[in-house]
């Protein structure tokens, strides 16, 4: 897979109160073609990637209240926990998938 879709559940209105907010799906695509998850470098990219599309995938459309930043919040960290269950599962692909050194000279 060269792209990893990631979904955020967001208030459709962010600064409208929780109980009347409707939720909407968003999505943001992270490129991760170009990454070796095996090699830490690759991982701590696809982190700053993860962590830039969270913070597109629920960005504040209206006034910035207290309220809102907290449900901003919530929503990127549940945006990054989805990318972080994803990063998991390729980084032990990538290492499964590299050969065994069993000796070296």
Same mark, same amino acid.
């Given at each position: ?40 470098? #690759? ?6 990637? *993860? ?8 960005? *504040?459309? #209206?006034?910035?209240? *207290? ?5 901003? *919040?919530?929503?990127?960290? #549940?945006?990054?926990?989805? #990318? ?22």
């Amino acid at each position: 897979m060269r792209t990893l879709l990631v979904a955020a559940f967001a208030a459709a209105a962010l600064f409208a109160p929780a109980a009347n907010a409707e939720q909407v799906q968003q999505s943001v695509t992270i490129r991760v073609a170009d990454l070796d998850m095996s090699r830490a470098d #690759g991982v701590r990219l696809f982190d700053r990637r *993860l962590w830039q599309a969270a913070r597109e995938a629920c960005a *504040l459309d #209206g006034p910035l209240t *207290l309220a809102a930043q907290n449900r901003r *919040l919530a929503c990127e960290q #549940g945006v990054i926990a989805q #990318g972080n269950a994803e990063r998991d599962r390729r980084v032990a692909a990538a290492r499964a998938a590299a050969p065994a050194v069993v000796a070296t000279r």
